[in-house]
């Protein structure tokens, strides 16, 4: 079993900043994948950012369109814990933001769907005000 434990979302205006962090615990070596999602209401759970590694240590991320070049999906793995620093936040970012693992080396393309995931976090509220 993986716990994880998001932290760091809150209010900002829009054009702000915020970094949202995903503490690991558990079986964390059986992680290939760590992901963020975020559900707006009345919408469905959508996929943000994932971050995958190799067994040599190289790390590869991935983004969804509408965060590209906002976003930055990053790993401390002596922490055991994936960050999203978000800039230039839009009240359209406002979403619960939820982390997952994923224990399935897999394609990019797989990594962008929420059943690739084995386990969630619990998700932090990130409103964004115009």
């Known amino acids: 079993q993986v716990q994880l434990v998001e932290s760091g979302g809150g209010l900002v205006q829009a054009g702000g900043s915020l970094r949202l962090s995903c503490a690991a615990s558990g079986r964390t070596f059986s992680s290939a994948a760590m992901g963020w999602f975020r559900q707006a209401p009345g919408k469905e759970r959508e996929f943000v950012a994932t971050?995958?590694?190799?067994?040599?240590?190289?790390?590869?991320?991935y983004y969804a369109d509408s965060v590209q070049g906002r976003f930055t999906i990053s790993r401390d793995n002596a922490k055991n814990t994936v960050y999203l620093q978000m800039n230039s936040l839009k009240p359209e970012d406002t979403a619960v933001y939820y982390c997952?693992?994923?224990?399935?080396?897999?394609?990019?393309?797989?990594?962008?769907?929420?059943?690739?995931?084995?386990?969630w976090g619990q998700g932090t509220q990130v409103t964004v005000s115009s």
């Open positions: 997952a693992a994923s224990t399935a080396y897999t394609i990019a393309s797989q990594l962008r769907q929420a059943g690739t995931y084995d386990y």
């Open positions: 971050i995958r590694w190799d067994g040599g240590g190289a790390n590869y991320a």
